[in-house]
């Protein structure tokens, strides 16, 4: 069956380190994966994408690879801050069908001042 | 939320009655998604729609059903509430779909059934 599996459910840090998120899948062939930050009580919230033939991406503080070999992609905050405390989350889409996006339960990240 | 409302926020219904829920977008976007999400289970579609009138199921469609008869209207009902569709019910939009599309979530709206 199809799974796709983030690495803890709670990962605590202290402020300043790198923060690294994992994000397994099995049975896909995603044509591309996001990562969204929900804060609780709000919807999740678009920070990046990666294409399958993309092998890592960066945006300011965020950096995100993915593996298909591995069928994993790793999701870093560097110089983390308590403002990074929120739930992470991985979707797929995969290659097949239409824009749908599956996601993984999330990984809640506490930064400790 | 980038322009998207959903209505009610919260609502405390008993089963067997017939709930419905409204998302409002103001992006003019084409595609349209309705999630549940739930502890342990992450966010799952239940339906989607990429156009005025045209819907599909998502992974978790059954006792749901939608409508979109307007760019910026797309609802959720549920026909005869069950305890098991208890859940936090999210709206999303996007402009475009495929590699290169980008979700952008409503508030949620939490939904309990007696």
């Known amino acids: 069956s199809q799974k796709i599996e983030q690495n803890s459910e709670a990962l605590n840090i202290q402020e300043g380190k790198t923060a690294t998120l994992t994000c397994n899948y099995t049975?896909?062939?995603?044509?591309?994966l996001q990562w969204y930050r929900q804060d609780p009580g709000r919807g999740p919230v678009f920070l990046l994408l990666?294409?399958?033939?993309?092998k890592e991406k960066r945006k300011e503080r965020l950096k995100v690879t993915f593996d298909t070999t591995l069928k994993q992609s790793l999701f870093h905050i560097t110089a983390s801050q308590p403002a990074d405390s929120a739930t992470y989350l991985c979707?797929?889409?995969?290659?097949?069908?239409?824009?749908?996006?599956?996601f993984g339960t999330g990984t809640r990240l506490t930064v400790i001042p | 939320d980038a322009g998207i409302t959903q209505s009610p926020r919260h609502k405390v219904t008993e089963t067997g009655t017939p709930v419905t829920l409204r998302c409002h977008q103001t992006?003019?976007?084409?595609?349209m998604y309705w999630y549940r999400q739930d502890p342990g289970h992450g966010l799952r579609l239940i339906h989607y729609?990429?156009?005025?009138?045209?819907?599909d199921k998502g992974e978790v469609s059954d006792g749901y059903s939608v409508s979109r008869s307007k760019t910026e209207d797309f609802l959720l009902t549920l026909e005869s509430a069950t305890s098991s569709q208890t859940s936090v019910y999210f709206c999303?939009?996007?402009?475009?779909?495929?590699?290169?599309?980008?979700?952008?979530f409503g508030p949620g709206t939490r939904l309990t059934v007696l």
């Open positions: 999303a939009i996007s402009e475009v779909a495929g590699v290169g599309d980008t979700q952008y």
């Open positions: 049975n896909y062939s995603p044509a591309y």
């Open positions: 990666i294409r399958e033939n993309e």
């Open positions: 979707a797929l889409a995969p290659q097949t069908g239409a824009n749908n996006l599956f």
């Open positions: 992006e003019n976007h084409r595609y």
């Open positions: 729609s990429y156009g005025v009138k045209d819907t």
